[in-house]
């Protein structure tokens, strides 16, 4: 209801004040992706500093592509996105982005005094001709792609490699994001882990180059899974975790915080683990849209977000981890419980040795067997075919006895969940593909 409230209202100050857009921030993100008080703090920051007045109106959506699409037929004019890597690399060779204006007068470039150095390299790796992304968008919140797990089920041993995926010893016990670029990175990471070993491929070339040879080697191996997969989940799969109803789950980094704290309360032992073969490393960033009418506002949106202490309240809320990586943001996440890890890719030479949660900051040496993934352009039909396939070859009865009890579990869990709204890491998750 109060989403519901809050879209009319906005709905009705578009309308209102059509004649007056330059006043007017139209924001489209992720959804409970945001601390919301944050927003009426950047209207009243933004009129402090620019002495112009300027009102948000913040729609959400779920999927990428639904977002892309609003954008791409150019009859929405909003001013901030925040897509994922691959949608951003999409829109950039697409021509539907506009570039970042740093020019903040007396106001510090906050985006420059705290992005993450690692965050910066990623969006260089997003390129179309002489054009990257580091000129177009700005990191937000970003993770690994790995294996949550109950340490009393399951070696850890055995997740050293993705194979674990066909491992009889935990038959109808692995849950699986509905991604299907996730599942295929991951997979074909470890289809040609020996020649990524031997160095005739490199993880860049084999996320960034589709071919419908890797595609039908996937399918191949995720065919022989079934037997061991209870079932594709876009969101259900951690609360499933917790109940101890999975042993294994293909996850996001940021869900598994979310999960590994959530089971403590319940005397469930949670942790989290990248496989030796490699995985990917994904980030949503904010971008301006082609079609934006009130760019100004918008950059200044952008690097308000970047102040430290705004990103350790984003980070706080949704359970993600920011690309921040100003000394305030380590400092913050400081936990003398875990032992000392090298963080220089991301906080710089004095992290070399810093006691935080591996979880949410991976240390340098898994960092480096990672790689992002890259938008196909047309061939991502290929991968949306197999998926499909798969999908369909694989949906047993287990999966449906599952989905029906994982549906009356979420009505329970999302009331527990809304009344217990701030936990350590944040209480919700984000689709996403």
Request: hydrophobic share 40%; net charge negative.
């Amino acid at each position: 209801m109060k989403k519901l409230i809050s879209f009319l209202a906005a709905a009705l100050m578009v309308a209102a004040c059509s004649s007056d857009r330059e006043h007017i921030l139209k924001v489209y993100n992720w959804s409970d992706y945001i601390d919301e008080s944050l927003i009426g703090e950047f209207e009243q920051w933004y009129e402090e500093q620019t002495g112009e007045p300027v009102k948000i109106v913040y729609q959400v959506f779920d999927i990428n592509e639904t977002m892309l699409s609003k954008i791409e037929k150019g009859k929405e004019d909003y001013d901030v996105v925040c897509p994922s890597d691959y949608i951003i690399e999409r829109m950039l060779r697409s021509g539907l982005l506009l570039p970042l204006d740093r020019n903040f007068g007396e106001i510090p470039d906050y985006i420059e005094g705290s992005l993450s150095p690692y965050i910066v390299d990623c969006l260089k790796e997003l390129k179309t001709g002489d054009k990257d992304a580091s000129d177009y968008a700005v990191g937000y919140m970003w993770g690994t792609t790995g294996f949550l797990y109950n340490t009393k089920y399951v070696d850890p041993e055995d997740l050293r490699t993705w194979d674990v995926l066909r491992n009889n010893k935990y038959a109808g016990k692995i849950f699986m994001k509905d991604s299907a670029r996730d599942i295929y990175s991951q997979i074909i990471i470890y289809l040609k882990r020996d020649e990524l070993a031997a160095g005739t491929v490199t993880l860049d070339e084999l996320l960034a180059t589709p071919s419908q040879e890797n595609v039908d080697l996937v399918e191949q191996y995720l065919l022989q899974t079934k037997e061991q997969v209870a079932g594709y989940e876009a969101d259900f799969g951690k609360d499933q975790m917790t109940q101890e109803r999975g042993w294994i789950s293909l996850n996001w980094s940021g869900d598994a915080c979310w999960a590994i704290d959530e089971a403590k309360t319940v005397g469930v032992d949670l942790d989290y683990i990248v496989p030796d073969e490699g995985a990917t490393v994904w980030f949503d960033g904010w971008v301006i849209p082609k079609y934006a009418k009130n760019i100004k506002a918008a950059n200044y949106f952008i690097n308000f977000m970047c102040k430290p202490e705004n990103a350790i309240r984003n980070a706080e809320e949704i359970g993600y981890v920011s690309a921040c990586g100003a000394p305030e943001v380590l400092e913050y996440f400081r936990d003398s419980t875990y032992d000392p890890i090298n963080l220089t890719y991301f906080f710089g030479a004095e992290a070399d040795s810093v006691r935080i949660n591996p979880v949410m900051y991976p240390e340098q040496s898994v960092i480096e067997r990672c790689g992002l993934e890259h938008d196909w352009g047309d061939d991502s039909e290929m991968l949306i075919s197999m998926w499909s396939r798969v999908k369909g070859n694989n949906a047993g009865v287990m999966t449906y006895i599952i989905i029906a009890a994982v549906l009356a579990a979420l009505i329970l869990g999302i009331v527990i969940s809304r009344r217990n709204k701030k936990n350590r890491h944040g209480k919700y998750s984000k689709k996403r593909r």
